[in-house]
């Protein structure tokens, strides 16, 4: 069992930065891959980036690759989303998951967070 617990959002100017946290507790965090996904109001839940257990291995949706970047400390339980260059249409309420194997397919995550909110304003 995984408990999630995200932190960092807030609202910020474009072309501004953020940094969220994901807090994990359980023993077993570092044999999971860890997901990142947001959900702007009325549309769906889209995949934002993953990384594999051991960190060595990150994913990125093409919408933030270049501007995001996903990391993990296993010794403090924590995944962390470093969010740059923010835009308007960045605005969503951010999960964190946990998953067997790192991927963008949202079903294979078995462990969720409560959400963050992030608002970036024009």
């Known amino acids: 069992q995984v408990q999630l617990v995200e932190s960092g959002g807030g609202l910020v100017q474009a072309g501004g930065s953020l940094r969220l946290s994901c807090a994990a507790s359980?023993?077993?965090?570092?044999?999971?891959?860890m997901g990142w996904f947001r959900q702007a109001p009325g549309k769906e839940r889209e995949f934002v980036a993953a990384?594999?257990?051991?960190?060595?291995?990150?994913y990125y949706a093409d919408s933030v690759k270049g501007r995001f970047t996903i990391s993990r400390d296993n010794a403090k339980n924590t995944v962390y989303l470093q969010m740059n260059s923010l835009k308007p249409e960045d605005t969503a309420v951010y999960y964190c998951?946990?998953?067997?194997?790192?991927?963008?397919?949202?079903?294979?995550?078995?462990?969720w967070g409560q959400g963050t909110q992030v608002t970036v304003s024009s």
């Open positions: 359980g023993r077993t965090f570092s044999s999971y891959a």
């Open positions: 998951a946990a998953a067997p194997v790192a991927g963008s397919w949202g079903q294979a995550y078995d462990y």
């Open positions: 990384i594999s257990w051991s960190g060595g291995s990150t």
